[in-house]
Nanobody, 123 residues
Framework: QVQLVESGGGLVQAGGSLRLSCVAS????????GGWFRQAPGKEREFVAG????????YYADSVKGRFTISRDNVKNTVYLQMNNLKPEDTAVYYC????????????????WGQGTQVTVSS
């Protein structure tokens, strides 16, 4: 397992941007695929974006395509989520996660989770 710590959340107006960071420690993070999930009040946790460790290919939920970008820096053991053109419906707690699988959007496949960071988008 790896340990994950997120940062970068906050309050932003609609149309604004935020960049979330997730720093990993523990086992070799380069062999994990990183992912971002979010959970809004009263809703289930949902997949947002992922980045395959084997191919480097990013994949996104339809709701964030064209607005969010996931990237990673294996030297810094960090995964980023750049969020542009934020909307009020993006308001949620955002969680970083890691999986051994090369590609997955399934929450159950991710064995390591951060504590979450709050993102609030005002209209």
């Amino acid at each position: 397992q790896v340990q994950l710590v997120e940062s970068g959340g906050g309050l932003v107006q609609a149309g604004g941007s935020l960049r979330l960071s997730c720093v990993a420690s523990g086992r070799t993070f380069a062999r994990y695929s990183g992912g971002w999930f979010r959970q809004a009040p009263g809703k289930e946790r949902e997949f947002v974006a992922g980045l395959s460790w084997s191919s480097g290919t990013p994949y996104y939920a339809d709701s964030v395509k064209g607005r969010f970008t996931i990237s990673r820096d294996n030297v810094k053991n960090t995964v980023y989520l750049q969020m542009n053109n934020l909307k009020p419906e993006d308001t949620a707690v955002y969680y970083c996660a890691a999986t051994w699988k090369p590609v997955s959007q399934n929450l159950a496949d991710f064995g390591s989770w951060g504590q979450g960071t709050q993102v609030t988008v005002s209209s």
